[in-house]
């Protein structure tokens, strides 16, 4: 199971803090740092949001082996010819290391304070159909012209292109999303739902894959939780209550047991949370992204993933 850092700078994060955990993530091994695309949260109103892909771009000159992943950008806030172009740019700033990931978007309250549409799901699921197609050829992997409903892109070549870039398509359809996945993409990002659920998610992005005439076992599969972890139920509880002290909605100690407990995510002492890791490695997962929301302390970074890797 490859082990990653996902961080959401919405949440008043500085390029600076970015810096030092993209740094952290790159100089101890970890296979990723990650983090979301929002301009905005409901719950916190006016806390200091930078861009995903600029500041992205700036860790790509930062770094030299992590890779660098936006997970993921809503459909709904660039359009894919300006997607496609950013993305070759920081595919060639980073020496191949950025991934992108895509999807609906979900978040509709950022997209009214700042004025973006934000259409009703079906169309959002069909403007990302296209905007998976169109990246298609718009960054190398497919020749010719595109012509869909929403988007449009004419027959000559775009360069730079990156052929190569890795896309994750991401989100928490049961049907459509592992379809998508499947057909475009490197890597699906499942959202963690009951355990059952999972497989069967695998199995219709393998098979989308298979008919699309793609090696349906070199796609890869990722889920995306908080990971809380101590050596001992002692260093668990304190690790807990440090989470929970710098929790951006207040939530309790309690209250955040709870809820991972019953989303089925790694925490607990280092034996739990290594269990559960297997267990999702057995039902087909190849990375977990742990997401952070803050306790960015470099001591408790090192410590979980010290734990997680046994």
């Not at 600029?54 to 660098?68: C, F, H, M, N, Q």
């Not at 409903?149 to 360069?159: F, I, S």
């Not at 002692?234 to 407990?261: K, M, Q, V, Y």
């Not at 269990?275 to 057995?282: G, I, K, M, S, V």
Request: with cysteine; net charge negative; proline share 5%.
């Amino acid at each position: 199971m490859q082990l990653a850092l996902m961080t959401e700078p919405h949440l008043g994060m500085t390029y600076r803090t970015m810096l030092d955990l993209a740094r952290f993530a790159d100089r101890t091994g970890l296979a990723a740092f990650a983090r979301s695309d929002h301009y905005a949260t409901a719950r916190l109103p006016g806390l200091h949001t930078l861009d995903a892909f600029a500041t992205l771009a700036g860790l790509a000159r930062e770094t030299s082996r992590v890779e660098l992943v936006v997970l993921v950008t809503p459909i709904t806030f660039r359009h894919p010819a300006v997607i496609a172009k950013v993305a070759a740019t920081l595919d060639e700033m980073s020496m191949g290391r950025f991934v992108l990931g895509i999807g609906t978007g979900w978040n509709e309250h950022e997209h009214a304070r700042f004025g973006i549409p934000f259409p009703e799901l079906p169309e959002r699921f069909s403007r990302l159909e296209e905007a998976l197609g169109y990246l298609s050829h718009a960054l190398g992997r497919t020749g010719g012209a595109f012509r869909g409903t929403h988007y449009t892109l004419d027959a000559a070549a775009v360069e730079p292109q990156a052929p190569n870039l890795r896309i994750i398509v991401g989100g928490a359809g049961d049907r459509r999303t592992p379809r998508l996945a499947g057909i475009y993409g490197d890597e699906y990002n499942i959202t963690l739902r009951p355990d059952s659920d999972i497989p069967l998610r695998i199995a219709r992005a393998r098979e989308s894959a298979e008919r699309a005439g793609r090696d349906p076992s070199a796609l890869r599969f990722s889920v995306m939780c908080d990971v809380i972890i101590g050596a001992t139920r002692a260093d668990f509880e304190r690790n807990l209550a440090r989470e929970a002290s710098g929790d951006p909605w207040n939530s309790t100690a309690d209250e955040i047991e709870a809820h991972h407990r019953e989303r089925g995510f790694p925490i607990g002492t280092a034996a739990e949370a290594r269990h559960r890791l297997a267990e999702l490695e057995a039902l087909g997962m190849n990375r977990l992204y742990v997401q952070r929301f803050g306790g960015f302390e470099t001591e408790m970074l090192e410590e979980t993933f010290g734990l997680l890797r046994g």
